[in-house]
T-cell receptor, first 112, second 112 residues
Framework: ETGVTQTPRHLVMGMTNKKSLKCEQHLGHNAMYWYKQSAKKPLELMFVYSLEERVENNSVPSRFSPECPNSSHLFLHLHTLQPEDSALYLC???????????FGNGTRLTVT | GNSVTQMEGPVTLSEEAFLTINCTYTATGYPSLFWYVQYPGEGLQLLLKATKADDKGSNKGFEATYRKETTSFHLEKGSVQVSDSAVYFCALSEGGYNKLIFGAGTRLAVHP
């Protein structure tokens, strides 16, 4: 039990599909993050939510749409993705100011 | 901007060998520094951290010292085990909402 739960673990979707990734944290943290992990590339920070407000969007294409309805839940809505979006998507949470991030096990996304 | 540079892998060692994985950083201010580990099929787990110069983080036999003069945070372990085989990420935190900047990761393979 990592304290951060991501579903689904694996997702295969066509380029015209719409799907959502879900993340839930049970640690009482007040910041949540989406990272993208692609083969042979450093982890890329996509979005940061602090106290349910989006505080960072790292030039992510609009086909990725985050949602943070409360401090325990984070979603990533996906639509009209490209094959190069295939990757491991990691959710994380933390307290603010220098505390470590706690990661979920990720969703392995394949876009066909 | 801030960045983290790690030695390229893979690093291949025999069991009980000494491990060093180099990490250097570029940052304005005084970031916290972290090592994370990722086992196959899992998300990242915090291994150790240091929050100020000359701090030594340690956990499970791994150690790293925050060296401001050389802007380094090298990971060491005196005697590795097969179970230490994983990908290791060096990271620094910046910003009030604890944004992490990761290195590219170093894969470690330990053989019996």
């Amino acid at each position: 039990e990592t304290g951060v739960t991501q579903t689904p673990r694996h997702l295969v979707m066509g380029m015209t599909n719409k799907k959502s990734l879900k993340c839930e944290q049970h640690l009482g943290h007040n910041a949540m993050y989406w990272y993208k992990q692609s083969a042979k590339k450093p982890l890329e920070l996509m979005f940061v939510y602090s106290l349910e407000e989006r505080v960072e969007n790292n030039s992510v294409p609009s086909r990725f749409s985050p949602e943070c309805p409360n401090s325990s839940h984070l979603f990533l809505h996906l639509h009209t993705l490209q094959p190069e979006d295939s990757a491991l998507y990691l959710c994380a949470s933390s307290q603010l100011r220098g505390s470590p991030l706690h990661f979920g096990n990720g969703t392995r996304l394949t876009v066909t | 901007g801030n960045s983290v540079t790690q030695m390229e892998g893979p690093v291949t060692l025999s069991e009980e060998a000494f491990l060093t994985i180099n990490c250097t950083y570029t940052a304005t201010g005084y970031p916290s520094l972290f090592w994370y580990v990722q086992y196959p099929g899992e998300g990242l787990q915090l291994l150790l951290k240091a929050t100020k110069a000359d701090d030594k983080g340690s956990n499970k036999g791994f150690e790293a010292t925050y060296r401001k003069e050389t802007t380094s945070f090298h990971l060491e372990k005196g005697s590795v085990q097969v179970s230490d085989s994983a990908v290791y990420f060096c990271a620094l935190s910046e910003g009030g909402y604890n944004k992490l900047i990761f290195g590219a990761g170093t894969r470690l393979a330990v053989h019996p």
